[in-house]
């Protein structure tokens, strides 16, 4: 019956989709970002936030090292506007990963709304897994496969982080800790596998590179400057071996 009548075939078929993307979230990928939440409770609850507050940040703002960068400031004691103009700065770098993907979910008949809904999910590890994973979906399918993913991600850790308040005090600092630097391993070792060309490759080295050299220079502008100056420079390298004639890097 459902094949002679695709209409009604498509929410069971969105539905599956949608499991699908929940079933990626629950991966290798989302239990590294998962611990490393775990350490974010941690630290938000030596900070002094309440249960709700860091449940909220992780919910809100969502970006794991955009809160880490919240928690910093408020504890610096910078005015609230200091405070949303740092996390917006840290969250600035999303912006080029939600514009590499919102092309890849549009389909023909995708409302704009969804797409805004759905961009507040990305982050460095549902990007990393849609990049991946979305060319094996039908396009028409992509949107519910990425709710399934994306909401998965931040639902889960909300709650993780809620959890793991109510029992920090039975951790060690230093298990909390390490698990907190989980994240950036992964989303290192990620990005280099996944980088299509080898300007990306050249973008991270020279981002290792110039970082520490910039905390020392230019301390609380040092992200900027590393990501200017090191994407910048990988840009030129692109762009002086595409006009050199040289293979696509």
Same mark, same amino acid.
């Given at each position: ?9 498509? +929410? =069971? ?27 974010? *409770?941690?630290? *938000?609850?030596? #900070? ?15 970006? %794991? +090292? #955009? ?6 400031? &408020?504890?610096? =004691?910078?005015?609230?506007?200091? #405070? ?15 514009? *590499? ?10 409302? =704009? ?6 961009? !507040?999910?990305?982050? &460095? ?21 990425? #709710? /399934? ?15 793991? $308040? ?17 994240? +950036? ?14 300007? /990306? !490759? ?5 981002? %290792? &590179?110039?970082?520490?050299?910039? !905390? ?15 994407? =910048?420079?990988?840009?030129? $390298? ?7 004639? /040289?293979? +696509?890097?």
């Amino acid at each position: 019956m459902n094949d002679d009548n695709p209409q009604a075939a498509q +929410p =069971g078929r969105a539905r599956r989709w949608l499991l699908r993307g929940v079933r990626a979230a629950c991966s290798v990928p989302g239990l590294i970002l998962a611990s490393a939440h775990v350490g974010f *409770a941690g630290l *938000a609850k030596e #900070a002094g936030f309440t249960l709700a507050e860091s449940m909220f940040m992780v919910a809100a703002v969502w970006a %794991l +090292p #955009a809160n880490v960068v919240l928690v910093g400031a &408020v504890l610096s =004691g910078a005015s609230l506007p200091a #405070a949303a103009f740092a996390v917006a700065l840290s969250s600035v770098r999303l912006m080029p990963m939600v514009v *590499a993907l919102v092309p890849e979910m549009k389909a023909e008949r995708t409302r =704009g709304w969804v797409l805004y809904v759905l961009a !507040h999910c990305v982050a &460095v590890t549902s990007w990393v897994i849609a990049m991946e994973r979305l060319r094996a979906v039908p396009r028409e399918m992509r949107t519910a496969y990425y #709710a /399934g993913l994306g909401f998965t991600l931040v639902i889960g850790n909300t709650l993780l982080v809620g959890v793991v $308040y109510l029992l920090v005090g039975s951790l060690p600092a230093w298990v909390t800790a390490a698990l907190l630097f989980l994240t +950036p391993i992964y989303f290192l070792t990620s990005l280099w596998s996944s980088a299509r060309e080898r300007a /990306g !490759h050249v973008a991270m080295v020279a981002g %290792l &590179v110039l970082g520490p050299v910039f !905390h020392v220079l230019l301390p609380g502008f040092d992200l900027l400057a590393a990501g200017l100056i090191g994407g =910048g420079g990988a840009f030129l $390298y692109h762009w002086l071996r595409r006009k050199g004639g /040289g293979a +696509p890097a």
